[in-house]
């Protein structure tokens, strides 16, 4: 079956601009995250959606950073006045439900977010 | 809260020799523990997972990784490298409370000398 897609696969842009990036999980998954790869930083957490629930925001590196999703299922995270060091690769995850017991995370590609 | 520690952010290894990749955690609370392997330009696939059963965990392409509570550790081992092992290797903690969110190492570069 399709896996967690990611648009765009590449983004250049502008400091000062801001960034809108996609993500698609896994059909059924109430569980989505954000996660950030940087040659810095490594791999971070940014945010964690999960049915109905208030996101758990605790990894986001700022007030330009937000993200939504919609429905239940697409998700975008926001990046407003884009600053180089948010060149990163930003991973996406989803996952199904279920309290107490493990759900495996499925990462899709990634979009590599480079800002000149 | 909970952290992992790679030991070792690249790692060389000739074909048909030992894989073995570091990894230490800490956490205040049980832990699950993962490895995760990524290729160039693709994304994180799961290699395998502590899940608090067996402490030996059998995964994909002939990994396998031992849970150690007293050394806090959750070293990755493949008894005979391949080519097609090099990639970047993370190790990850969560929580056991079902979905939560993964805390990953700085990664290891595997790569596989000739």
């Known amino acids: 079956g399709a896996g967690v897609s990611q648009s765009p696969s590449n983004k250049v842009t502008e400091k000062g601009k801001d960034v809108e990036l996609r993500c698609d999980p896994i059909s059924g998954h109430t569980a989505l995250y954000w996660y950030r790869q940087s040659l810095g930083q490594g791999l971070e957490f940014l945010i964690y959606f999960q049915g109905n629930s208030a996101p758990d925001k605790s990894g986001l590196p700022s007030d330009r950073f937000s993200a939504e999703r919609t429905g239940g299922s697409v998700s975008t995270l926001t990046i407003q006045r884009t600053q180089q060091e948010d060149s990163a690769v930003y991973l996406c995850a989803s996952s199904s439900s279920g309290t107490g017991v493990y759900n495996e995370q499925f990462f899709g590609p990634g979009t590599r977010l480079t800002v000149l | 809260a909970q952290s992992v520690t790679q030991l070792g952010s690249h790692v060389s290894v000739s074909e048909g020799a030992l894989v073995l990749l570091r990894c230490n955690y800490s956490?205040?609370?049980?832990?699950?523990l993962f490895w995760y392997v990524q290729y160039p330009n693709q994304g994180l696939q799961l290699l395998l997972k502590?899940?608090?059963?067996?402490?030996l965990v059998k995964g994909i392409n002939g990994f396998e990784a031992e849970f150690k509570k007293s050394e806090t550790s959750f070293h990755l081992t493949k008894p005979s490298a391949h080519m097609s092992d090099a990639a970047e290797y993370f190790c990850a903690v969560s929580g056991h409370f079902g979905n939560e969110k993964l805390t990953f190492g700085t990664g290891t570069r595997l790569t596989i000398i000739p």
């Open positions: 502590y899940t608090s059963a067996a402490t």
């Open positions: 956490s205040s609370v049980p832990p699950y």
